[in-house]
């Protein structure tokens, strides 16, 4: 590949991104989606006809157990490192997620929703992606979990047909019954 050669969205993940998670100990079975879709798109109504807007995906979604922690929008090489944060972030909001990240491949762009760090935002080296305890710890002191609290929200949690209860539904049942409980 020469200088001149910039590379597409699907080649900057193939070749840059997941090798940058799995060096930062990032499980490509068990704790890397790509391609994650969330929606089937906006239903516009024009007069007698019916249609479906584009639907919405992640290029990325990464899990510590059942938990997101962290989403991240890849953009091709003609584009800058950031130019990805903005729709991460939209996506980010959607599910519930606070760690966005964006990269073109040369590096990434941190954007902590959860404002518990130092910088908003901060440029990280490809080599300088956050492993999944780092990125847990973080989630863990921004919630104040007692050890208790830490313990269910990491127990995976099914619902009578086998199907895994999505995080914030378990979050919001905990919230209730801890709730609950002090009055």
Sequence with gaps: MDAGTKLSERDVC???ITPALVAAGWDVQTQIREEVGFT????????GLVTRG??????????????????IEAKDQTRAIADGTQQA???AATLDIPYVFS????????????GTS?????????????????????????KRFAPEQESAVLQANFDEAGALIP?????????????????
């Design 167 to 183: 995080h914030k539904n378990i979050a919001q049942s905990h919230f209730a019954l801890t709730t609950r409980s002090k009055f």
């Design 14 to 16: 193939t070749k840059f």
């Design 40 to 47: 089937k798109g906006r239903i516009i109504v024009r007069g």
């Design 103 to 114: 990269s073109n491949g040369k590096g990434f762009q941190l954007h902590d929703r959860t």
């Design 118 to 142: 130092e910088q908003l935002e901060q440029s990280l080296a490809m080599d300088r992606f956050p492993s999944p305890t780092e990125l847990w710890d973080r989630y863990r002191r921004w």
């Design 89 to 91: 972030l939209g996506y």
């Design 54 to 71: 584009k639907a919405k995906r992640a290029d990325y979604v990464l899990y510590y157990k059942h938990l997101p922690l962290a989403l």
